[in-house]
């Protein structure tokens, strides 16, 4: 099997690419071992380029999140357990996904992307509640309670649910039907996705639909990928062709070893091939190269993986950090 090995992060603004040609861009990362892109799908020369270098070109697509979308859909900006609108973390804005209007809009936005660039697929990102996760010690927000969405949870589960404040019907919610909430926020990403993926088939039959999880397992910070994050890896295995967490080690205070842990348990769950994508950034502090190719070698090695993404391909330009992608990428992974 050769596995998918790919850079997130094109742009033909970055050095080595700059004032070249997309069929020298394509070259060039060819020659790195690179068999697929995330990037640079807005030229469609770039992306004939890619594809005549026998590579393929995803798309990355942010699905609840933005300060856009809170000034468009101010009924967007979640509202917490304690009744107060969600703060930015710290400017990420995240999206209420429950909101009909919301969830329209996003769909006819991903329309649009397959529709004008001729993608292999397409990275949903973004796609769960609201959480800012890639941190030491993750801040876990009780969303959303606001009253268009716990009528629909009521309405959808036939739940009846007290009146009084946000507070109140809140500690209602969580403390005595927390599993109908929590199924019907998953149901709520999963559904989405589901349309998502039906929008993207009719586009482009071909194209792949990927999701970038959140690496979190089963049994971390107390089942938050469920209650907190809505990621529900058995259900969405039915409507996903390809996962890729985001297991930023570093980020997340963990040793390289642990990405091999999620994958595993990501494809458990889901039955789908993982591509898990690794980081190359210096965050929350420097990231030595040696460090980063250990992060490569369990990415590829591990037997749930089919391939690796790296986060990002600028990080990954770093003179050590680009001979440990050379070496991983061009060397024979079944």
């Known amino acids: 099997m050769t596995k998918t090995k790919s850079l997130y992060g094109f742009s033909d603004r970055l050095a080595p690419f700059a004032g070249t040609t997309p069929v020298e861009q394509a070259a060039l990362l060819r020659s790195w071992g690179s068999t697929a892109v995330f990037g640079g799908y807005q030229n469609a020369d770039f992306i004939d380029a890619i594809h005549e270098a026998g590579m393929a070109i995803y798309a990355e697509f942010g699905c609840f999140v933005g300060a856009q979308l809170w000034e468009r859909y101010p009924a967007s900006r979640p509202i917490t357990a304690g009744g107060s609108p969600l703060e930015p973390d710290p400017s990420y804005y995240g999206v209420n996904p429950?909101?009909?209007?919301?969830?329209?809009?996003?769909?006819?936005?991903?329309?649009?992307?397959?529709?004008?660039?001729?993608?292999?697929?397409?990275?949903?990102?973004?796609?769960?509640?609201?959480?800012?996760?890639?941190?030491?010690?993750?801040?876990?927000p009780q969303t959303s309670f606001d009253a268009r969405t716990l009528s629909r949870f009521s309405g959808d589960t036939g739940i009846a649910l007290p009146e009084g404040d946000v507070p109140t019907v809140a500690r209602a919610v969580l403390e005595e039907h927390q599993g109908e909430w929590v199924a019907w926020r998953c149901e709520q990403i999963t559904s989405w996705v589901a349309e998502a993926r039906d929008v993207l088939k009719r586009v482009r039959p071909d194209a792949l639909v990927g999701l970038f999880g959140v690496p979190w397992r089963l049994d971390d910070y107390d089942g938050a990928i469920l209650k907190i994050i809505g990621q529900d890896y058995r259900a969405l295995g039915e409507v996903v062709d390809v996962f890729s967490p985001m297991v930023y080690h570093r980020m997340c205070g963990f040793e390289p070893a642990w990405i091999g842990q999620v994958t595993a348990e990501v494809h458990a769950l889901s039955g789908k091939p993982v591509w898990p994508i690794v980081q190359s950034v210096d965050m929350p502090g420097p990231l030595s190269?040696?460090?980063?190719?250990?992060?490569?070698?369990?990415?590829?090695?591990?037997?749930?993986?089919?391939?690796?993404?790296?986060?990002?391909?600028?990080?990954?330009?770093?003179?050590?950090?680009?001979?440990?992608?050379?070496?991983?990428?061009?060397?024979?992974?079944?």
């Open 98 to 140: 429950a909101l009909p209007e919301v969830r329209q809009d996003r769909l006819e936005a991903l329309e649009t992307l397959l529709i004008d660039h001729a993608v292999d697929g397409v990275w949903l990102d973004f796609i769960r509640w609201p959480c800012h996760w890639e941190v030491l010690a993750p801040v876990l």
């Open 289 to 334: 190269a040696e460090e980063y190719g250990q992060a490569l070698d369990v990415a590829l090695q591990g037997p749930a993986s089919e391939g690796v993404l790296v986060f990002t391909m600028e990080g990954a330009l770093d003179a050590g950090k680009l001979e440990e992608t050379q070496a991983r990428f061009a060397a024979s992974v079944g």
